[in-house]
């Protein structure tokens, strides 16, 4: 006997699958794992809802905050700008600047401007505010899902679910510390915003109302480490965290951990601007609507870079670093649900799964054996090194495993014995009609592998569609699907020609049909 192509192909598949699917199988320290899912291994549940009406608002307050630079580099003098009612509203106090603020307005996407003499109110459009809410949802989801992926969670689950909710799964969370902080990372809206303090009225600030904080078109703020303490800042922001480029973590003089950001060119001006013209001044660095700190300028800050300092620890400092660079929430979130699936659920499901799929594979090899011989038992040997295979493309590409990704390995079981059934039966008839065993496999694999090439064809767009349009579940059942019938091209076509034309001498001298391929009736002369 000599080694063929097709053999030695097979036995490097069934090497590279074997190799690369021990350490899922012994859950080694060492190399690529197959990634369980939530339904396997357990972990959170969440059901999540997005208050999309606040992006509407925030929005708006971007464009007070644009309006407010714009008169400022413009020599415009405004008078009253707040954000009320959907409406930014504010007052010209000389009525020719009215032609430049108009230009600028009409910059503004979406928005409607309506003047009444020198007081203006703009608000946006009915398609704009759908558009934002719209946009709300899916600026949190690939928060959310940037989040978790810097978070280092293995392939978590992020998805909108109806108009304004997102399902989200987190595989491998066991304990109730890694539950919350894993909630905090979501949840938190990082809305980073540079504020000047109101210095006129700053030192009555204990003494002051919400409401007339607002007449004056301040707010009054907490301060984030000293809880008693209140600032008095003006309600329209300098700039907003939409200028962030970049944070990271770093340390103070004390060493004590930090977290230092930079804007982008926009936001460097912006910042620039505002400190040359208010040296001496307080400018408030809030996080979340509370005040982290509030240095004085002491002169104009160039490059666009600032710091966060706080009581943190250095986890707490990461996740604020993290939840910063992958962008503020436009639209808090909260939560609708929460199911926690505990590990041992995960280890009775993966039981349960295994039987399934061990069950499958016996009947499957039983059946092959007693009906096709030792061709049966070839067709069980390319099914074997094809579950090798899927295992081991998983692991290296990093795939979720989950309850149907594991149903999708037990039907293609089926699906690729059904490609060694044709083949069988093709190799049948030729030999029937009194082809010699080298013409029959020939013509059979031939004649087979139309069959097979459209059948397969067909379930790749299929996983394709489902993998494209699908969420968690449904993916994870399309890849599994989609690689073994992969595998299943190189393992049913390939492999097992070579094996057969390995063994074409033995079988064309021993005229036992029945033997090698199951046949029961008389082969013509």
């Known amino acids: 006997m000599k080694l063929n ?8 598949a069934a090497l590279f699958g074997i190799i690369f699917s021990i350490p899922s199988l012994t859950q080694s320290q060492q190399g690529a794992k197959v990634t369980l899912g939530l339904d396997l291994q357990g972990g959170l549940h969440l059901l999540l809802g997005v208050k999309t009406e606040e992006a509407v608002n925030s929005q708006l307050k971007s464009v007070a905050s644009g309006l407010k ?46 003047a009444s003499g020198e007081s203006y109110r703009v608000s946006f459009t009915p398609e704009e505010v759908e558009k934002l809410k719209a946009q709300a949802v899916d600026q949190a989801i690939e928060t959310i899902r940037n989040r978790l992926d810097q978070f280092g969670l293995a392939e978590p689950v992020v998805a909108r679910q109806g108009v304004d909710k997102i399902l989200v799964e987190l595989p491998g969370i066991k304990t109730p510390q890694e539950e919350q902080r894993a909630r905090e990372l979501i949840s938190r809206a990082a809305k980073l915003e540079l504020m000047a303090v109101d210095e006129d009225r700053s030192m009555r600030v204990n003494d002051m109302s919400e409401a007339e904080a607002a007449s004056f078109g301040d707010k009054i703020l907490e301060d984030a480490l000293q809880p008693k303490m209140k600032h008095l800042v003006n309600e329209i922001p300098i700039l907003d965290g939409t200028m962030l480029t970049d944070a990271q973590v770093g340390y103070d003089q004390n060493n ?9 060119s926009a936001g460097a001006q912006v910042f620039g601007d505002f400190t040359g013209r208010s040296v001496g001044k307080r400018l408030a660095i809030v996080l979340d609507g509370k005040v982290y700190s509030a240095p004085v300028i002491n002169e104009r800050i160039g490059g666009g870079s600032g710091q966060i300092s706080g009581n943190y620890t250095i986890e707490e400092a990461n996740d604020l670093a993290i939840a910063l660079r992958s962008g503020a929430l436009l639209a808090p979130i909260y939560m609708l649900e929460k199911r926690s699936v505990g590990p041992s659920l995960g280890a009775d499901s993966i039981k349960a799964s295994l039987l399934a799929l061990v069950s499958g594979f016996v009947l499957v090899m039983i059946f092959m054996m007693m009906y096709y011989g030792l061709a049966g038992i070839i067709a069980n040997l390319a099914v074997l090194i094809n579950i090798f295979i899927i295992l081991a493309m998983m ?61 397969n064809i067909t379930q790749i767009i299929a996983c394709t569609i489902l993998y494209v349009y699908g969420t968690g579940a449904i993916k ?38 029945k033997m090698w391929f199951g046949m029961t009736r008389k082969v013509n002369a």
């Open 5 to 12: 192509f097709r053999v030695v192909l097979l036995i490097a």
């Open 69 to 114: 630079h714009f008169s400022e580099q413009n020599d415009i003098l405004i008078d009253g700008l707040s954000v009320e009612e959907n409406q930014v509203i504010f007052s010209l106090l000389d009525s020719e600047d009215g032609v430049k603020i108009d230009e600028h307005l009409k910059t503004v996407q979406g928005a409607v401007a309506k």
């Open 256 to 264: 004590r951990p930090v977290i230092n950001f930079s804007l982008n």
């Open 395 to 455: 692991a290296l590409l990093g795939a979720t495993l989950t309850l149907p990704g594991m149903a999708g390995i037990v039907l293609h079981i089926g699906l690729a014995v059904d490609a060694n059934i044709i083949i069988n039966e093709r190799v049948r008839e030729q030999l029937r009609l009194g082809l010699s065993v080298r013409k029959a496999l020939e013509e059979g694999y031939s004649k087979a592998m139309r069959a097979i090439l459209d059948s």
């Open 476 to 513: 994870g059942f399309a890849v599994t699907l989609s690689m073994g019938i992969l595998a299943s091209m190189l393992t049913a076509i390939v492999g097992t020609y070579g094996i057969f034309q390995l063994f074409t001498n033995r079988i064309e001298k021993s005229k036992n049909y």
